[in-house]
């Protein structure tokens, strides 16, 4: 049993910054390829960034390269998305995902069913 908590969301205007966390319980956390995804109103699920197991691989969406980093922190059990130039369009409940299944040190997964736990969401808003 994995549990994830995102902090970090909040209200701003338009070219802002903010760093998400997600702290994970559990003594493998080194082990979980981990993930980011966010969901707008009327809106499916989407990719946002993953990093592999080992931290050595990351893979951004197309919409957020260049703006948004993902980093973990083993010893902290945390991952962490900053983001930078936010837009109007980020705004989103943003969720970060654990896989605990099988998975080589350098695999990114970006499909929602690839995950196993999911954390509660924080809202991120983005005043224009």
């Known amino acids: 049993q994995v549990t994830l908590v995102e902090s970090g969301g909040g209200l701003l205007q338009a070219g802002g910054s903010l760093r998400l966390s997600c702290a994970a319980s559990g003594r493998t956390f080194s082990s979980y390829p981990m993930g980011w995804f966010r969901q707008a109103p009327g809106k499916g699920r989407e990719f946002v960034a993953g990093?592999?197991?080992?931290?050595?691989?990351?893979y951004n969406a197309d919409s957020v390269k260049g703006r948004f980093t993902i980093s973990r922190d083993n010893a902290k059990n945390t991952v962490y998305l900053q983001m930078n130039s936010l837009e109007p369009e980020d705004t989103a409940v943003y969720f970060c995902?654990?896989?605990?299944?099988?998975?080589?040190?350098?695999?990114?997964?970006?499909?929602?069913?690839?995950?196993?736990?999911w954390g509660q969401g924080t809202q991120v808003t983005v005043s224009s």
């Open positions: 990093i592999s197991l080992s931290g050595r691989s990351a």
């Open positions: 995902a654990a896989r605990t299944s099988p998975a080589s040190a350098t695999v990114v997964f970006t499909i929602p069913l690839q995950y196993d736990y």
